[in-house]
Each structure stands twice: as C-alpha cells, then as structure tokens.
C-alpha cells in the first residue's frame, strides 16, 4: 500500500494538537488520517494516537504513516489500559496549546474541528461536541443506550452541578494548561474523561457547546459494555465525595456485594443438604472469596490484570488478606456493640472496616503498579 508522503512540514510547532486513543482500530486509520489532511488544511496541526497495544497491529500501522508524516506521532502504552488514562498521556504530550480529544472509530464529525479551534481562539477555555443540544443527534444508539446516557447526564448535572449538555462526550477541546493544571487530580480509569475534567476543574470555565450527529461504526467493534456504568457510577462518587472516594473502591465493593449474595447462596445450599453449619460456613466463604478475586481482577483491576502463573500467588495473598479484613470485622464491630449495644451499628461498622481494610491491602500487595 502507498501512503501519502508529505513533502515538506513546517518546523514551527502546531496550533492545534488532536488526541486520539486507540484499541484494534487499525482498519480505520487511513480513513482517518486522510479526513484530518482534508478538514485541518493548512492549520498547523498534529496527531497523537494513543494506543494500548493493541493485538491487530495498530501502533505498528502508525509508525509506518509517522516516517512518511511526522505530524502523526503514536505512544505505544504496554501494561496500562484505559481510555482515560490514554487520553490523559496524549494530552500531556501534546506540543500544541489548544489539544482536541476524538475517537478512531471515525463516529465522531472530524469537520467540526476547524469550528471547534476558532471557538478556542475566540476565548473559550473548553469546546464540547455535543450530541444533545438543538441540532444534535445519537441516532445510532440503541434505546437502552440513549436512556442511559441521557440519564447519567441528568445525574452529573443534578448532582455536580456540570452545565454541559453532553458531559459524556468523546468530542471535545481544551486549553493544554488546562490539562496541565488538572492533571493530578483525574483519574485514570474509566471512559468519561470530559466529565472528570469539567468536575474538577475550578467555576467559572467558558464552555462553548457545538451540536452534532454522531455517526454509526464502520469498521471494528466498540468497546463499551457493562463495565463503562460501573466506571460511571465510580466516578460520580468520587466526585461527590471530592475524591475522598475512589473511582476502584466503587468497583471493588459492588464486587463484594456479589460475594455476599454467592456467599448466602451457597451457604443456603449445602445446609439443605445436610452439612454442619461450620462446614457449609468455611465452604461458602472461600467460593464468595474466589469469586470476588476472579472479578475484581478482571473489573475492578483490569489495567493490572494477573495473567497465567501469577493467579495463584495472587490469590493466596487475597485469601490472606480478607482473612485478617474478617477478624478486623469481627473486632470493630464487636468493640462497637459492647460501646453502643446497638447491634446494626456494630454490623456496619465492622463491615465498612473489613472492605477498606480488603481494598487498600490488595490494591498494594496482590494488584500493586508494576514497577
């Protein structure tokens, strides 16, 4: 295949910087490129993909466009997943002063950038490209997927106070000060990196909203599922909670919360069949603490995943760790039964002790940052 070759590229740095994360997107990276040549013109530009190795090949096709166009730059992340944290490192490599985020998957109208950069240059701090204000459009959802962005919306806006009519966007622009400011305090999980940055940033934030129709999927497949509401509801809680929170703890106890309830079930099953109550206990136990190891390290941990011969050390450690988070449960709880007599008191106090205590030893020892 013969790519465009570019004869001559200005050494002045760009104008504008576009921010593209990508996962098996491979398919549509010409069509891209090729859009952004045609609608950026001779705007100074460049465009930072953001790729979490992908397994089709797709850091490997943009290093072969970036020898023939050095405006086509691509970071190559191994270890690390996450379409926030992608966003976040292509934002913070970005050698423009205004930086676009916009998808691969070429659903995002690319022909709205030049409107979008001269917004930013007449004094807007972020642009948002949004599919719910007067003219815009979503018509490739499903209807489960349009209640339910509709519907997140209408909570961010309720509960932190976010104007924009479409915080869940992909679409947007930015000043890259801005970024730099807001940098240590976003968040690297998760999807929905405009809305954790319009909620940390500080009031007074000029945005200017220009509608759109989002377009349907050419080629590859999308990449959200449940996962994304569980990442959503995480970040709205940190943020509620001004980050008191985390985005990972919210996972970690919605998995806890399956535990318990596998915990029961199977607790229920074997003393129907006849078994001691302290058999069926210690069975029931280590079926809800497998569980919750095999979920968490595919939700609550999937940027840190432990593959192959890893598992086993991995879950040792956690049988461990929520065998010390039980007799910590156990202890506070009964310590604040014996202060109040008030035995729900007791139960929720031990409880909310055994998880943090569950939570912040694995995320230290069994899931820890590779080094």
Known sequence: MNFPVVAAVSDVAPQLTVVIPTFNEVDNIDPLLARLRETLGALRWEAIFVD???????????RDRGRLDPRIRCIRRVGRRG?????????????GPIVAVMDADLQHDDSLLPRMYDAMTEGADVVVATRYAEGGAAASFTATRSMLSRTATVATQKLLG?????PMSGFFMLRRELIDDLSPRLSSQGFKILLDILATAPAGLKIVEIPYAFASRQNGESKLDNRVLLDFLGLLVAKVTRDVV????????AVGTLGLALHLAVL???LVNGAHFATAQSVATFAAMTSNFLINNVLTYRDRRLRGWRLLPGLAKFYAICGLGAAANIGVGSWVFWETSRWWVAGIAGSLIGVVWNYAVSTALVWRDKP
């Not at 985390?246 to 106890?253: D, G, L, T």
């Open 246 to 253: 985390p985005i990972r703890f919210v996972s970690f106890a």
């Open 162 to 166: 976010v104007t924009s009519s479409d």
């Open 52 to 62: 979490d190795n992908s397994p089709d090949g797709t850091a490997r096709a943009l």
């Open 268 to 270: 229920r099953t074997i």
């Open 83 to 95: 379409l926030a944290g992608a966003c976040i490192e292509g934002m913070l490599a970005a050698q």
